[in-house]
């Protein structure tokens, strides 16, 4: 009994071969090559086939469908497309929340520090820079609400404080503001460094607090509703609680800056501003 592999047939055309292929099965022959003890089985093999016909035709027509389905090629599963970096799309790499100290990229935004604010802000605040040779040097000068951060190869004491507070050492750098607060509101203090080069742009994005930069080197354009202000190296700016706003890097060297959000404790820190879109007013 041979075996054929049919790839596909459909119902008549399959009736018809095995119309062909069944006389030439030379049954008793068969039997005759079949140890005594199995021919009873030949025999009843025999007798199905020719007694049953329509049963044992459905029977090879459904195995054969079965294996022209299993031998169909399969096409591979749809493959996730990769993501392309969009700045304007995602925001810049570190995205203002991973920490300064373990980053490999040298663009982006990065976390230095993250601080309750506990100076009295019934008064003018104010947001003090200074340096120091080492880090043991600035935690001998460190006031109770000062913080220490290492960033761009300088060691830092960053302080929130009011207009008559001086350290008792180390160099005098820059002194910003006053920031805006609401007396009476809990704040956190959110401390960051930023690396733009010229057309690298942020999200527009709003703070529920206000925000503020000092340049170290390059120059930035932060444009809202309200305009656009451009800050060049040894300058700071200051932008108030709830505008959208989109910030990027302007001129021609690599923009560099310490950045401070001063955000309402019970709120996330930023958030998408869907509502609004930049016109381009900042300078190339």
């Known amino acids: 009994m041979k075996i054929w592999r049919v790839s ?98 040298d663009l982006g935004c990065y976390l230095t520090a993250v601080e309750p604010l506990t100076a009295d802000a019934s008064g003018p605040i104010y947001w003090y820079l200074h340096t120091f040779p080492s880090r043991t040097a600035a935690e001998n000068a460190q006031p109770v609400r000062g913080t220490i951060v290492e960033s761009f190869g300088k060691v830092w004491l960053l302080t929130m404080a009011q207009d008559t507070w001086r350290p008792p050492s180390g160099e005098f750098v820059a002194r910003v503001g006053p920031i805006p607060l609401k007396p009476g509101k809990s704040y956190t203090v959110r401390y960051m460094e930023a690396t733009f080069t010229p057309g690298m742009h942020t999200a ?31 300058h700071s700016a200051i932008v108030r609680e709830g505008p959208p706003m989109l910030l990027s890097g302007v001129g021609t060297q690599v923009r560099r800056a310490l950045v401070l959000v001063v955000h309402d404790s019970s709120l996330p820190w930023t958030a998408p501003a869907h509502d609004w879109n930049a016109k381009g007013l900042c300078p190339n």
């Open 204 to 234: 527009p994005h709003r703070h529920p607090g206000p925000e503020a930069w000092f340049v170290l080197t390059g120059a930035q354009c932060l444009e809202t509703p309200d305009g656009v202000t451009v800050v060049r190296a040894g």
């Open 8 to 105: 596909w047939f459909t119902p008549d055309r399959f009736t018809n071969r095995v119309a062909i292929v069944a006389p030439k099965l030379d049954m008793p022959a068969r039997e005759k090559q079949i140890p005594t003890r199995n021919r009873r089985s030949a025999s009843t093999l025999r007798a199905l086939s020719m007694n049953q016909p329509a049963s044992f035709e459905r029977s090879i027509f459904a195995v054969a469908v079965g294996v022209a389905c299993a031998s169909q090629p399969r096409s591979a599963p749809p493959q996730p497309q990769p993501v392309p970096m969009n700045v304007a799309a995602v925001g810049v790499p570190g995205g203002c929340a991973v920490p300064a100290a373990g980053h490999t990229n």
